[in-house]
């Protein structure tokens, strides 16, 4: 369990200073440090599809792609590429909480080893989905219609549609869902929130579809919860009205304090454990629809606020702009958006499980 947190708060770290948006050429941000430029390595190995591992102990991450391997420690100048050692002029170094390359090493080790072009992703629509249950969460419903479009398109039956069709999907997988709405009736989030906690379910995903008085504006976006100083608070609330379910965890006393820590944790695991879903979900739409991809945001929404596992909202476009109304209405493009989805949870579990592999 302790790796695990470990692993996700080097996720979540990376992930906060991550892509808002699916870079589509090669432009990274780079930093100066020292008078040296220095690349995100999180950044490149994105871009280049090469896998990324990180030992927080060690301080090592391991990279990898096809038989090419690179293992590099922060603080260090010496890197082992393929097992040789290779000494650079600048060490690795983290900024902003990323783990940071000198440009020596992008262009010395990294453009010869990784080289473009593999961008298109991977294997869509290949391999096993690697969890046991996930919860859908059509929004609105009953008498709160959300978004309605110019030519009367209700988001709540779109977001019930969609959600139905993900469930089909997901259960065609073996993968066990759970709905929160399954008719079109009102449910407060409160008591979405509670059917959720109480699945046991390893993911819950909310659709909805958006509305802007800018009716120009379209697209697909992901929202994860927020990190805020609210969280902390929102933590001990939580740890003092909800029984903990910690089976893994070894406590020394039983203080309020310690939950209140270690429910903290979760939530942290959770939280960037969203993060990266929202970019695998991201980098499929990207690939297989012809919307804006808006990206990855921070969540104000309070449906996803006091779930306990990983968490995301989808807006899965918009009802007031004329063109997506339009597709939306559609059960082809509805088809086309649950696929997407179902191909993000895809990537994610397979990742998920990739990581839990390696640091067992
Ligand atoms: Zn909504």
Aim: some cysteine.
């Amino acid at each position: 369990m302790y790796k695990r947190l470990f692993f996700s708060l080097f996720m979540l770290i990376l992930f906060i200073s991550g892509c808002a948006t699916i870079p589509t050429g090669e432009n990274i941000a780079t930093y100066s440090i020292g008078g040296v430029t220095y690349y995100p390595l999180v950044t490149l190995c994105d871009l280049r599809g090469v896998g990324i591992q990180y030992d927080a102990l060690l301080r090592t991450a391991y990279l990898s792609r096809d038989a090419q391997q690179v293992s590099l420690r922060v603080g260090d100048n010496l890197v082992l590429v393929n097992n040789n050692a290779l000494h650079l002029n600048s060490p690795i170094d983290v900024y902003q909480g990323t783990i940071a390359v000198p440009r020596q090493f992008k262009e010395q080790v990294f453009d010869a080893l990784f080289k473009r072009a593999v961008l298109a992703g991977r294997r869509a629509g290949t391999g096993k989905i690697k969890l046991n249950k996930v919860v859908i969460d059509a929004g609105h419903g009953g008498n709160d219609p959300g978004a309605i479009g110019k030519n009367g398109l209700k988001e709540k039956d779109v977001n019930l549609d969609i959600a139905k069709r993900l469930s089909s999907l997901l259960r065609a997988e073996g993968v066990q869902t759970v709905l929160t709405r399954s008719t079109d009736k009102f449910i407060p989030l409160s008591t979405r929130v509670n059917i959720a906690n109480k699945s046991g379910a390893a993911l819950f995903i909310s659709i909805h579809s958006n509305a802007n008085r800018s009716r120009s504006l379209s697209g697909f976006e992901v929202y994860y919860v927020a990190s805020s100083v609210s969280d902390s608070k929102r933590a001990v609330l939580t740890a003092r009205s909800t029984a903990l379910n910690l089976k893994d965890a070894n406590f020394a006393s039983n203080s309020q304090d310690l939950k209140t820590i270690v429910w903290d944790m979760i939530y942290t695991n959770s939280r960037a454990e969203s993060i990266e879903l929202s970019h695998s979900l991201c980098k499929v739409m990207n690939s297989s629809i012809d919307a804006n991809i808006l990206g990855v945001k921070n969540a104000r929404f309070q449906v996803l606020k006091g779930i306990t596992m990983p968490g995301i909202l989808i807006e899965v476009g918009f009802v007031s702009n004329l063109n997506e109304e339009r597709l939306l209405k559609t059960a082809g493009y509805r088809e086309k958006l649950a696929v997407g989805i179902l191909e993000g949870i895809r990537d994610y579990s397979q990742d998920m499980a990739l990581v839990e592999v390696a640091l067992r």
